[in-house]
């Protein structure tokens, strides 16, 4: 209950701070003989590491995974599956300097308060460091939804808004060739500059992602309480930096009336139950259940707290100073942030068709 | 973990159908010697319950709570306190033409899908009369809360939009006062007139909620996943017709720096822990713990789906039809969900207390 | 996570008083389409029930249960199934004269210092009364294990040792043939001397029952603290007056050595697994997993503490006093403790199922 | 909730095979500021590590662990301890000859039929191995004891029974002046030689535990399903060979009438809420909350079956076959796990101690 877990069948419990020894989790519920080798979480992991391109931390984090239980001649056995990454690139002296003042914005004061001490190095257990595990997690969990789908589906998730800046059309296949995760080309230049600018003045940037789950079977979610788009809203609020979580039309669906909001159905039997949707509004989640369309889900990352420029604070002696970050950040945490979205989707789909199993495989 | 409780120590379980005998619930985490009358319960659930205005469906449900445990000589055990409504005002024969056709923008269709079949008389379970425990139990999680917090607090929901509308100022004190829960007297009649013109295109209308809760400690919340904020969008995304949650600026946020959106702190003495905030971009919350500001969030509200114009649709045989929803509904959901709203922001504070005080008390 | 229920996927949450307005529960993860009467549930109350012979308390309880939700049209929706038995035979003026007395091996005293206060009306929440809504969930876990098990099983509780006095043999037929639930017809007239003779004496009676559920699959449990044994361990020990719990050959085990109690196998073809045992030392669980054999427990019950002889107490203002208990009271619990084993191992066994089926089904 | 964890508010989550590459755990729920160091954790696991006399398998695990997190200059911090210790010990060659064979006794049958596969180097993940992790979590456990309760407590085990030899008289002080944790100095002798007897007839021998919990306050437990003694019943029947749990008299109450089995109370200023007991049949749990007086338990230990005479099998194809264990194993498992009932005990203490102060601190 303590906190440092998430899903219920499928569950994932981490540790680690930053720039402690190692940091690790522990997956439960994938189940045996789905062959699994440790070079597919690390390919993973390559994506969200941070230093391949200049929009993004230069810290140099090898983030080199290890299996350490649960998987016996390259197949999982059923047992938990322990991954442990250990910590190598420790700048701890860029954090001396901070060691007693609290950043704005940043975890330091309220982890101080509750806590009454704080691992100031980097940010400790409150770093983004730690969602390193949520995207290994997000593999296996990924392997649990391909064991038990039979047909084509995939999530993706993509950087849709930087500063002002949109994007204006959406194709999967970009999101790859570019190193902002962006479905459009042509907002990439237009994103970058505002990154480069935000960099320039020694600020940072806030963005927009957008995670679409096309091919799930309608069903996942467990009224009233654990709906699918509440423990999606849970896990993706749980990312650090993240502000706001939409479903489907989201806070647009204010400016809607009922009538244009309703997605009508019509008979198509080429539809998965033969039956059709005119429109997505509801971002493929009716009463808290999937109901076969694409899930569609947005979140609202706000700029990276570090930032070089001077900010008023105190110390924990509740004296006035200022604060001014010199380490290697990312000046628009949002890129970083897509892959995590990504995984944490591939969790909670995971779990609630692991669920939806229990009573109705 | 079947999905019908949420709380891990003050903790709430619910049952029950909008047509069948009756809806209840079980809470349990409420500390004993607490004065408890059955009329504390009823006051709050005569604020949620609908036909007290034209804006509201006129469906008369009587709602009287009764407490059937967990109280002796009108004080809290420690046990848990099971709470009981009886179901009245049963006009199932309006739900007979829609008993073989899938309404748009409900759950008809996907608990249909996943249970083979569904309670259609008025939604069943989807039916948003659940959120009468939801009520219920805000009352004794405000209760948890007055037991262990000797500082003045308040946890306040109000209306701030409604379509396009929004208000312009906030006071606590207009919200009863209007049967729209709005805090800003000026913004009542042009949230009037934008519902009754709905009403009038036999159309409904969406809304957005915020959520102000004051003089809480900070520390609430535990890193990484059970983050406070994390907790609170599940327990408002819960909420039915909710399809966004917001914590502080939310997806404003985007458009902010990092030096923008720095909620930088002074000495201030006469600050609860002697740190004054310049600000509040952050909605009382960093790196998932409260920091002693006031918890601020915001939820959009989906316009009802049930509307009496006609919408394309399918039987369960799958054949093309049309449905139009003559039944007594709420042209916005959005103001009755107001004080649901607001309780489930207390359960989610009272749980998180709970779990403070475990190790921190 | 406040105590009131257990099950994970099979869930099952009480609540009441004895001699409060009312008992109850709800009961999640019974799957859709089950058919369902109560007169199911009410069929199994009435064998728990007390009154019904002179060997248990001559206390008047109906027991009349309700469905308030869940089922519609005869069969289960999906949705939590919510259980209602209105409490109607108060003889609380019986219990005035304790009011203020801890009575020895109850739960009064640890209630008290725990609360600070405590419901003295027949034990409040610690009475056994609550055991009814057990009975009432094993019904309920009947029905899912019914669902999906295709071929025979049973799960049969039988009463083995009252006082000194042991069974010899064990027929499943003679178990509802006498009012002990006993399962040697030879037995019952020793057994029966032993209860008479205890309540002569103004005193009570031990007993032991046995619980044997077969033709389950092999797998259930998980490793490794939920293990099978281990989750029958804790719901059995939750029982009223339960003080131990054995599996196979229990404690005897002891007295054993490896080559003895080892349960060797065989290839057998008309056996589930085409492998047959030797013996069932392990009584159907090895490493937390069920087998396939027969699944074997036994629980210890202690004497009713409530007897009509004086003993030494004290006041809750510290004085020494001596207590009487005149109630109507069971002369041996053991006896209506057999239904209530027999519906949680029925409850484990589902919850465990459902569990499997997540990754096995 | 996929069973490799247990606590609530104090959870233990583990991982690993016996012959993986580590096993290793988190523990969520130690409060911040406990001073804490590596060493005694050691101490701990030193204590259960084999080949430390001739009476246990002289199998050579360092069992050396690592802290990877949640502890930072010396103290721990709030967040969750993750522990490591790396596997060295492969003698992996002696268990080829049973890759094919399911040893009778062991989870080999069960593991294979649920999973599919196994992993058949020495026990894989249902290897007491895992104990290791339980050990050290207990140390945990204790500094959470430590940090709340400011009177003397204390935590013991110690072996009681061997084959059917019994010790006469228990003295805390002498449990670690022996290899085989016996409080009874003139018992060692005797189950010394019933340990060597098994070995020599190539055979093994059965314990019991006997564990003690002195000095800790009353009402933890939270009824009905949660009772103190549920949990520690569930809790011990997790330990890998355990086949009963008993608390206070247990099975021995069967033999008692009500009269003698009430622990009659007394005024005593001198006891801890000025109530004194004059027998403690019940173990210190009424009702399923601790009452205030020493808790007591007692755990089956079965024969390790592991054995080096041939016993009748099957392999995987269905053939009948002999197997004998060849390998280094404990003639008496109960021996080492003593301090692992030990562990487990402070587990389930420490997590309904942050239970009780949620509500009651």
Redesign the interface.
């Known amino acids: 209950?303590?906190?440092?877990?998430?899903g219920?069948?499928?569950?994932v419990?981490?540790?680690?701070?930053s720039h402690?020894?190692?940091?690790?989790c522990?997956v439960?519920?994938v189940?045996?003989?789905i062959p699994l080798d440790v070079s597919e979480i690390q390919t993973a992991l390559d994506r969200r590491r941070p230093g391949q391109s200049d929009f993004t931390t230069q810290r140099k984090e090898s983030d080199k995974v290890?299996?350490?239980?649960?998987v016996?001649?390259g197949?999982t056995?059923?047992?938990?599956?322990?991954l442990?990454i250990l910590n190598e690139d420790h700048h701890s002296a860029d954090y001396a300097q901070i060691a007693d003042k609290?950043r704005?914005?940043?975890?330091d004061?309220?982890?101080f308060?509750?806590?009454?001490?704080?691992?100031y190095r980097g940010g400790?257990?409150?770093s983004a460091r730690?969602t390193a595990m949520r995207v290994a997690a997000g593999v296996l969990a990924q392997k649990v939804l391909n064991r038990f789908i039979k047909t084509p589906f995939d999530i993706t998730a993509g950087l849709i808004?930087?500063?002002?800046e949109k994007i204006e059309t959406w194709d999967n296949a970009e999101i790859n060739k570019n190193p902002l995760f962006c479905p459009d080309p042509l907002a990439v230049p237009r994103f970058e500059k505002v990154i480069r600018n935000?960099r320039e003045?020694k600020?940072?940037?806030?963005?927009?992602i957008e995670i679409r789950a096309c091919g799930f079977p309608?069903?996942l979610?467990?009224?009233?309480?654990?709906?699918l788009?509440?423990?999606?809203?849970?896990?993706?609020?749980?990312i650090n930096a993240v502000?706001?979580?939409?479903?489907?039309?989201?806070?647009d669906?204010?400016?809607?009336?009922?009538?244009?909001?309703?997605?009508?159905?019509?008979?198509d039997?080429t539809a998965p139950?033969?039956?059709g949707f005119?429109s997505n509004h509801?971002?493929g989640i009716?009463?808290?259940?999937?109901?076969?369309q694409p899930i569609i889900a947005r979140i609202?990352?706000?700029?990276?707290?570090?930032?070089a420029?001077e900010?008023?604070?105190?110390t924990a002696e509740?004296?006035?100073t200022t604060v001014c970050t010199v380490g290697r950040h990312d000046p628009c945490v949002g890129i970083r942030a897509v892959p995590v979205a990504e995984a944490m989707t591939a969790c909670v789909l995971a779990d609630h068709l692991?669920?939806?199993?229990?009573?109705?495989?």
Chains 1, 2, 3, 4 share one sequence.
Do not use: C, W
Not at 8 to 11: A, V
Not at 161 to 164: E, L
Not at 203 to 208: I, L, M, R, T
Not at 300 to 307: I, R
């Open positions: 209950m303590t906190g440092n877990g998430f219920e069948i499928f569950r419990t981490t540790f680690g701070e402690g020894p190692a940091i690790g522990i439960e519920g189940p045996a003989q290890q299996i350490l239980s649960g016996f001649n197949r056995t059923g047992t938990p599956i322990g442990l609290f704005p914005g940043h975890a004061l309220p982890y308060l509750k806590y009454g001490n704080r691992d400790g257990r409150a730690e808004q930087v500063g002002k935000a003045n600020d940072s940037v806030g963005a927009v309608a069903g979610g467990e009224p009233v309480y654990d709906r788009d509440a423990d999606l809203a849970k896990a993706l609020m749980s502000k706001g979580v939409e479903i489907g039309d989201g806070f669906v204010t400016g809607l009336t009922g009538t244009q909001n309703a997605d009508e159905f019509f008979a039997p139950n033969g039956i005119k509801a971002g009716l009463g808290g259940l999937s109901t076969g609202a990352v706000k700029p990276t707290p570090s930032v420029s900010l008023q604070t105190v509740k004296e006035n692991l669920r939806l199993r229990a009573q109705y495989a």
